[in-house]
């Protein structure tokens, strides 16, 4: 049995879990496709660190050369990270007829169709499980598990950092920047933590599931969002007396052929199974118009859990060598994109006004709402220690997104309401 070789571009913490599955599931591997797989080479930045894997030295390369245009190398599994060099050598290895297997959420968000359709062209296999959720397989099951249906909604928490962040601040008490500096501490949390609090990470990873969900490219600038760094803990302790969660979720929607995505903070009524996924775990909710509600939990990130979905790719590009079918399964994103404009987005709003004390003020408020035809499910009045000042918590029926905007710019010239506190998306 001839084996298959495989070209590793990167070694860190995936790089690592890769080597791991690969040598400590060798035989079940091997007996799944018929051969065995090796890691022929390993590319790194820096030869001479010291690795968390036992690595023949001879194998590791710092020229991304040797691995892309070696002639042996059947597969390359790419967990580098990054874009620009990236794609350059992703392109180059597809041109070469070597298929291709990758973590890089960044990359398949921004550059997917290219990437893609240059591996159609070349007959090759691009797989990306790894990509969203780690070790939640919810790619393999929108393209194949899903097949049969039409997914009306995709649901995730998919950044498992922010999950981490409000799931302390809602079970502590405690605030976004002291959470923050302790996930930093803990290493959950990067330096530079923007990419996931301001909701980005979160973003490229619904560009994926989206364009596959719906089979249509969405572009990452189709995705509205917003981070939860300006979440408080006064919104999690009010969002929890009325029997909700805040979550960052990434919401994409389809009616008939048109399509929403966003991501940001939004309130789930605590019944609901995705507000109870807390800590760094991830899990997408998937409504297909035929199977209805499912819901996939598991671990976002990591060196196993991530590893687990690489090498389950490398297994599949592996079959498909075997039976001489790469690069067939046809074009994923068929669909014309039909995009909603905000008069055809709807959700629940919950919305935390600071308002004046005195008589009059509750009808001019609901007066807005009701110029809007902007319905409301219910209204809290509670004193404040700033008197004369009230806070007034509304949540709404289902209102379009243009009208909640016209109601929000109407209470900017309000005399009496002195602050929009907070506004989330509101659902189950
Ligand atoms: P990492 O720990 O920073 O490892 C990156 C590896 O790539 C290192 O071995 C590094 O070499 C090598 N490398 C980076 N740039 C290079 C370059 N220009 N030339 C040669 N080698 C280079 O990253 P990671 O956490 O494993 O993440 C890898 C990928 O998986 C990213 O796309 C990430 O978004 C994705 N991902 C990660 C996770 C996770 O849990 N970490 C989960 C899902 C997806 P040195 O070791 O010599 O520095
Ligand atoms: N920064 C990401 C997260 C890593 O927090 O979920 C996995 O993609």
Redesign the pocket.
């Known amino acids: 049995m001839k084996p298959v070789k495989v070209g590793l ?9 890769v080597v791991r599955i690969v040598e400590g599931h060798q035989e079940d591997l091997a007996s799944q496709v018929g051969s065995p797989i090796v890691i022929e080479k390993v ?5 001479s ?1 010291a ?1 968390n894997v036992s690595m023949d030295q001879d194998k590791l390369t ?1 020229d ?1 050369w040797d691995i892309i245009r070696h002639p042996d190398i059947d597969v390359i599994v ?5 874009i620009g ?2 794609k350059e050598y992703i392109l180059e290895a597809l041109s070469l007829g070597k298929h291709v297997v ?6 398949m968000a921004l550059h997917g169709p290219e990437i893609l359709a240059k591996a159609q062209e070349n007959r090759c296999d691009v797989m990306y499980e ?2 969203v959720a ?1 070790g939640i397989p919810i790619i393999r099951t929108l393209v194949e598990g899903f097949s049969s249906d039409r997914i009306n909604k995709i649901m995730g928490i998919v950044n498992g950092t922010t999950n981490f962040i409000l799931t302390k601040m809602s079970q502590e008490g405690a605030s976004y920047l002291d959470v923050l500096k302790e996930a930093q501490e803990l290493g959950y949390a990067e330096a530079d933590p923007t990419s996931d609090v301001e909701g980005l990470d979160a973003a490229r990873k619904m560009t994926i599931l989206a364009t596959i969900g719906f089979r249509a490219n969405v572009a990452l600038e189709d995705v509205s969002v917003q981070g939860i760094s300006s979440v408080s803990k006064e919104d999690i302790l009010y969002a929890k007396r009325l029997g909700y969660e805040v979550k960052l979720l990434g919401i994409a929607e389809r009616q008939d052929d048109l399509i929403s995505i966003s991501v940001q903070p939004t309130m789930v009524k605590q019944t609901h199974p995705i507000a109870s996924v807390n800590g760094v775990f991830n899990a997408v909710y998937v409504y297909g118009e035929a199977v209805g509600e499912t819901m996939f939990y598991g671990a ?4 196993l ?2 590893a687990t979905s690489i090498v389950s790719d490398l297994v599949a590009v592996v079959k498909n060598l075997k039976l001489g079918v790469n690069g067939m399964q046809g074009s994923l994103a068929y669909k014309e994109k039909k995009l909603k404009t905000d008069e055809q987005i709807s959700s629940k709003y919950f919305l935390l006004l600071k308002v004046a004390d005195r008589a009059g003020v509750l009808a001019r408020i609901t007066q807005v709402f009701a110029d809007f035809e902007v319905s409301l499910e219910s209204v809290l009045q509670q004193p404040t220690p700033s008197n004369p000042e009230v806070e007034i918590i509304v949540i709404t029926h289902d209102a379009n997104k243009a009208a909640m905007k016209k109601v929000l710019a109407s209470f900017e010239s309000l005399d009496v309401v002195h602050e929009v506190k907070s506004v989330y998306r509101v659902e189950g």
Not at 78 to 82: P, S
Not at 102 to 107: E, G, H, P, Q, S
Not at 300 to 303: I, K, Y
């Open positions: 571009l990167g070694l860190g913490t995936v790089g690592t879990g590319l790194v930045q820096n030869k660190k690795r710092e991304p790419e967990v580098m990270g990054g060099l990236t990758t973590a890089n959420k960044d990359l790894a990509s780690g976002g990130a990591g060196e859990p991530t």
